[in-house]
C-alpha cells in the first residue's frame, strides 16, 4: 500500500484517481501509523510552500515523513510536495524544509529575464535529461512533455538533477532523486499515458502489482 500524504495542501481527486485507474493500491492519510506500515510515499502538494510547512508541522508529520524516507522506502514528492523535500524555500519569507534533499526554493521570476513571460510557468514542457537515469523514467524517451504549474523552483541541486526543462531560458529542475526519494516539479499525473507510466514505476519500486496496460 502505498501512503498519499493527506495535509490540507493537495489536490489529491487526479492522483487518486490516476492511482486507482492504474489499480494500484494507495491511501490517503496523516496518521504515522499508516505511514511507517506503508510501502512507499507519496506527499502531493500546491498552493504556498510557508503554509505547507506549517501544516506538516501541525499534523505531525514532520518525522513520521523523515523516518519513512530514512527506512529506503520510495517517497515521491509532487510539485509542492518536491519542493518540501529541500532544505529551505524563500517564497515569501524563509521556511524549513524536510533536508532530504540538498537546495532550496526560490521565485521563477527573479531568474527569468523578459518582463512579459508568463510566471507561473504553467503547461507542457519537454524532458531535457542530464545523463544519470532514474528508475522513475523507465521507458520514457528523452523529450516527452509533462504538465507543469508552479512559480517557484529548486536551485543548487545539480547532485540529485536526473531532468529538466527549459523555460524562458531558465533550466528549471523537473526531476530530482537522493537514493529512494524521488520529487518532480511537473504533475505526473496530469501528464497523459506517459505520466502514467511513472506512476507505475514508482508503484513497482514499492513492490506493488501493476498492469502491463493502462
Same mark, same amino acid.
Given at each position: 500500500?502505498?501512503?498519499?500524504?493527506?495535509?490540507?495542501?493537495?489536490?489529491?481527486?487526479?492522483?487518486?484517481?490516476?492511482?486507482?485507474?492504474?489499480?494500484?493500491?494507495?491511501?490517503?492519510?496523516?496518521?504515522?501509523? =499508516?505511514?511507517?506500515?506503508? !510501502?512507499? =510515499?507519496?506527499?502531493?502538494?500546491?498552493?504556498?510552500?510557508? !503554509?505547507?510547512?506549517?501544516?506538516?508541522?501541525?499534523?505531525?508529520?514532520?518525522?513520521?515523513?523523515?523516518?519513512?524516507?530514512?527506512?529506503?522506502?520510495? %517517497?515521491?514528492?509532487?510539485?509542492?510536495?518536491?519542493?518540501?523535500?529541500?532544505?529551505?524555500?524563500?517564497?515569501?519569507?524563509?521556511?524549513?524544509?524536510?533536508?532530504?534533499?540538498?537546495?532550496?526554493?526560490?521565485?521563477?521570476?527573479? !531568474?527569468?529575464?523578459?518582463?512579459?513571460?508568463?510566471?507561473?510557468?504553467?503547461?507542457?514542457?519537454?524532458?531535457?535529461?542530464?545523463?544519470?537515469?532514474?528508475?522513475?523514467?523507465?521507458?520514457?524517451?528523452?523529450?516527452? %512533455?509533462?504538465? %507543469?504549474?508552479?512559480? %517557484?523552483?529548486?536551485?543548487?541541486?545539480?547532485?540529485?538533477?536526473?531532468?529538466?526543462?527549459?523555460?524562458? +531560458?531558465?533550466? =528549471?529542475?523537473?526531476?530530482?532523486?537522493?537514493?529512494?526519494?524521488?520529487?518532480?516539479?511537473?504533475?505526473?499525473?496530469?501528464? +497523459?499515458?506517459?505520466?502514467?507510466?511513472?506512476?507505475?514505476?514508482?508503484?513497482?519500486?514499492?513492490?506493488?502489482? =501493476?498492469?502491463?496496460?493502462?
Amino acid at each position: 500500500m502505498i501512503a498519499v500524504i493527506d495535509y490540507d495542501c493537495g489536490n489529491l481527486f487526479s492522483l487518486k484517481a490516476s492511482l486507482k485507474a492504474l489499480g494500484i493500491d494507495s491511501q490517503l492519510t496523516r496518521d504515522p501509523q =499508516v505511514i511507517s506500515q506503508s !510501502d512507499g =510515499v507519496i506527499l502531493p502538494g500546491v498552493g504556498a510552500f510557508g !503554509d505547507a510547512a506549517d501544516k506538516l508541522t501541525e499534523y505531525g508529520l514532520r518525522q513520521p515523513l523523515l523516518e519513512a524516507a530514512g527506512s529506503g522506502k520510495p %517517497f515521491l514528492g509532487i510539485c509542492l510536495g518536491m519542493q518540501l523535500l529541500f532544505e529551505k524555500s524563500y517564497e515569501y519569507g524563509e521556511h524549513r524544509g524536510l533536508g532530504l534533499i540538498k537546495g532550496y526554493v526560490d521565485s521563477l521570476r527573479k !531568474d527569468i529575464e523578459n518582463p512579459k513571460a508568463l510566471v507561473p510557468h504553467m503547461g507542457w514542457n519537454s524532458l531535457i535529461y542530464t545523463g544519470s537515469p532514474s528508475p522513475l523514467l523507465d521507458g520514457i524517451e528523452e523529450g516527452t %512533455f509533462v504538465y %507543469f504549474v508552479h512559480s %517557484f523552483y529548486a536551485k543548487d541541486c545539480q547532485k540529485s538533477l536526473k531532468a529538466y526543462a527549459s523555460y524562458e +531560458g531558465v533550466q =528549471v529542475p523537473a526531476l530530482v532523486q537522493e537514493k529512494n526519494v524521488f520529487g518532480t516539479q511537473y504533475h505526473p499525473e496530469k501528464s +497523459g499515458q506517459k505520466g502514467l507510466v511513472m506512476l507505475k514505476n514508482f508503484a513497482r519500486l514499492c513492490g506493488e502489482t =501493476v498492469g502491463e496496460t493502462l
